[in-house]
């Protein structure tokens, strides 16, 4: 039987205020009248926990666009788990925030576009900088450890010092730096979005020198841009290892991303149990441990450390979610990587960024 | 491996991390942002005594009186593990 999962990644909707190119859901978003209700997102923590899930990231879209947010936050905290709530910082008021402290939000993790108001606003297509540099204020104020996090690309990684001094200004305690990676909405603007080879030369440097600077007062994660990398990212630590995925209609997903593999058949919280889906599925069994891999994975040392990199990166380039991670030097269709490095990240005509919206 | 703290240390759990005991797991866990860590028995001792009063050197004095064997320099090591894993915070 497979290990219990720790954590709980769940959507409570695709509605969002911001409209980032880049957004992790899919292109595909659920609408209101496919969402999940509050019952049904009771019985889904009741059974994650059962399943062994300690922590519960209220995601999204924007969670505070659910109004039964604090219902689902004191529901989280009852069954002990750690409650994080990931937010734009849009509709955060002071009010909301003190409101969702008091039934246990544990931590929060807050959005920043750019390290200015003009970037971050260009970016998420709203007028959210202000709202943000608020937001975490009242975080703070309430006594929460505060994430500050910021997807990285062409239009924001010269800015990468402005960013981090914009979060330590915030007062987090965490600054997760994450370059894009390119499913749904990131794939579409690819073109718009692939760093130069010489910006993440700059850049880099800069992340290493503030991680020493900061050690101890914030702590900074970076999430390397993987197509300019020799191997690829140990993605989620293995398939169906740590962590479930439940989006906005009840869909369950071993990875946020996963349903960019069509050939995958994803079930459904309405349907089935998540102690069912996640030990018994074929969606999660798919890909977990090592027997699914072909060579080169197959017989090389680094399975144990990257798991094969990205399934959906995998089945997105090459049309197999078995083969090795393309990223990967050692792919056949590594080629195929530096195709799109030399013809995207300096285009000879740049295309306008494809905004998130719903259709 | 991480150097140990040195005995005159306080450490003190950090803001915004929660120790529980699991009953799926049957363990003692920490649950911190983006991280849970299971703890074994003499982990999850440590932590609890983690007060932000006692030094290392007084942890290990509580517990030496429940558990036969315990080493200052082996509580010190392990306070240090949970500092560098941020569970734990040390002044200075």
């Known amino acids: 039987m497979a290990e219990a999962p720790f954590g709980l990644l769940a959507e409570l909707t695709h509605r969002c205020p911001l409209q980032c190119g880049y957004c992790s859901n899919p292109l595909e978003l659920v609408r209101r009248d496919a969402e999940l209700s509050t019952e049904d997102w009771r019985r889904v923590f009741d059974q994650a926990r059962a399943l062994g899930a300690l922590q519960i990231h209220l995601s999204g879209g924007e969670p505070l666009r659910r109004p039964d947010l604090p219902e689902l936050v004191a529901h989280a905290n009852s069954l002990g788990c750690y409650v994080n709530l990931v937010t734009s910082g849009v509709g955060l008021s002071r009010d909301r925030m003190r409101s969702l402290a008091s039934v246990g939000v544990d931590h929060v993790q807050l959005s920043l576009q750019d390290a200015t108001r003009a970037g971050n606003d260009r970016i998420a297509g709203i007028k959210a900088f202000d709202r943000k540099v608020e937001a975490a204020a009242f975080v703070l104020d309430e006594g929460l450890p505060l994430t500050v996090n910021t997807v990285l690309h062409r239009q924001n990684l010269d800015n990468i010092a402005g960013i981090i001094a914009m979060a330590e200004q915030m007062g987090a305690e965490r600054l997760e730096l994450a370059n894009t990676q390119y499913y749904g909405w990131a794939l579409r603007n690819r073109a718009v979005l692939l760093p130069t080879r010489a910006q993440l030369a700059v850049a880099d440097p800069i992340v290493a020198a503030a991680q020493d600077r900061l050690r101890g007062r914030m702590e900074i994660v970076y999430v390397i841009a993987d197509y300019h990398e020799a191997h690829p990212k140990p993605c989620m630590y293995g398939w169906g290892a740590r962590q479930l995925t439940v989006a906005p209609n009840g869909d369950v997903l071993p990875c946020p991303a996963a349903t960019v593999i069509s050939s995958l058949e994803i079930e459904n919280v309405r349907d089935s149990s998540l102690h069912e889906i996640w030990h018994h599925s074929p969606s999660f069994n798919a890909f977990r441990g090592f027997e699914w891999m072909q060579d080169p994975c197959r017989s090389c040392p680094r399975k144990e450390i990257d798991f094969g990199g990205c399934r959906c990166q995998a089945f997105q380039l090459t049309g197999d979610a078995a083969a090795t991670d393309p990223v990967c030097s050692l792919s056949p269709a590594r080629s195929t990587v530096d195709l799109i490095l030399e013809t995207e990240m300096a285009p000879s005509e740049v295309p306008a960024m494809a905004m998130r919206k719903m259709r | ?92």
């Open chain 2, 1 to 92: 491996m991480t150097p140990a703290v040195a005995l005159d240390t306080v450490p003190r759990i950090r803001r915004g991390v929660k120790c529980t005991y699991d009953q799926i797991r049957s363990a003692h866990v920490v649950l911190f942002p983006e991280g849970v860590l299971v703890l074994n028995e003499t982990a999850a001792s440590v932590v609890a005594l983690c007060d932000g009063v006692r030094s290392v050197g007084d942890i290990a004095v509580v517990l030496a009186d429940e558990y036969d064997g315990v080493e200052p320099g082996d509580i010190a090591s392990l306070v240090a593990r949970m500092v560098e894993r941020r569970v734990v915070d040390v002044d200075g």
